[in-house]
């Protein structure tokens, strides 16, 4: 679980609790989880490398990535030999970067709302959506926990999650072309210099 947009999380991630869910997570949405007494895994603990870079970097890692894009029985032995959990199920919305586009603040400022692991994160479920399902809109949370209660989550439901995951990156990645492309005016004063 890895959202900006907290509405709704609490309610999943205690559904996904009662259901015998392992939950992982970290930093704003981990902290929302623990305020709420929902026990779960820090993402640092799992993968063995502290956030850094004031958080730049929190999942881009192979054990998270292995157990989003890892495929079942096809891959299992090399996810054993890793130490790569498997990932069911990801839950993950973006840093607000079309909101914060229409507000006055500087490139600076605007670049920290360009968000690259939840994009990574989606884009690798939904390519895997045979074995992950991979949810973006917080209104889809009472589907979730609805098809998991009935026994799972379909592979057409996965595809139908799928589909509006590919969207939502498509749209974001776009939403951030056109802001680049509009700037104008020159980023430096000087040139960036290469070391040989």
Same mark, same amino acid.
């Given at each position: 679980?890895?959202?900006?947009?907290?509405?709704? *999380?609490?309610? &999943?991630?205690?559904? =996904?609790?009662?259901?015998?869910?392992?939950?992982?997570? /970290?930093? #704003?949405?981990? $902290?929302?989880?623990?305020?709420?007494?929902?026990?779960?895994?820090?993402?640092?603990?799992?993968?063995?490398?502290?956030?850094?870079?004031?958080?730049?970097?929190?999942?881009?890692?192979?054990?998270?990535?292995?157990?989003?894009?890892?495929?079942?029985?096809?891959?299992?032995?090399?996810?054993?030999?890793?130490?790569?959990?498997? *990932?069911?199920? &990801?839950?993950?919305? =973006?840093?607000?970067?079309?909101?914060?586009?229409?507000? /006055?603040? #500087?490139?600076? $400022?605007?670049?920290?709302?360009?968000?690259?692991?939840?994009?990574?994160?989606?884009?690798?479920?939904?390519?895997?959506?045979?074995?992950?399902?991979?949810?973006?809109?917080?209104?889809?949370?009472?589907?979730?926990?609805?098809?998991?209660?009935?026994?799972?989550?379909?592979?057409?439901?996965?595809?139908?999650?799928?589909?509006?995951?590919?969207?939502?990156?498509?749209?974001?990645?776009?939403?951030?072309?056109?802001?680049?492309?509009?700037?104008?005016?020159?980023?430096?004063?000087?040139?960036?210099?290469?070391?040989?």
């Amino acid at each position: 679980l890895s959202v900006w947009d907290k509405t709704g *999380i609490i309610d &999943l991630a205690r559904g =996904l609790a009662v259901q015998k869910f392992t939950i992982m997570s /970290s930093g #704003g949405t981990g $902290k929302a989880l623990a305020d709420a007494g929902v026990k779960f895994t820090e993402v640092s603990s799992y993968t063995g490398f502290p956030e850094m870079m004031d958080g730049r970097v929190k999942t881009l890692h192979p054990k998270v990535h292995g157990g989003l894009l890892g495929r079942r029985q096809v891959d299992d032995a090399v996810m054993t030999k890793y130490g790569i959990n498997r *990932i069911d199920l &990801l839950v993950v919305n =973006l840093y607000p970067f079309e909101i914060k586009a229409g507000q /006055s603040m #500087g490139l600076e $400022k605007i670049l920290d709302y360009i968000d690259v692991g939840g994009p990574a994160m989606i884009r690798a479920a939904a390519k895997n959506f045979r074995d992950v399902a991979v949810v973006v809109d917080p209104a889809d949370y009472s589907l979730v926990l609805e098809a998991i209660r009935s026994g799972g989550i379909s592979e057409e439901q996965r595809l139908s999650f799928a589909k509006k995951a590919f969207a939502r990156t498509a749209a974001y990645d776009a939403a951030i072309s056109n802001y680049l492309f509009r700037l104008t005016s020159p980023l430096r004063q000087q040139p960036l210099h290469y070391q040989k």
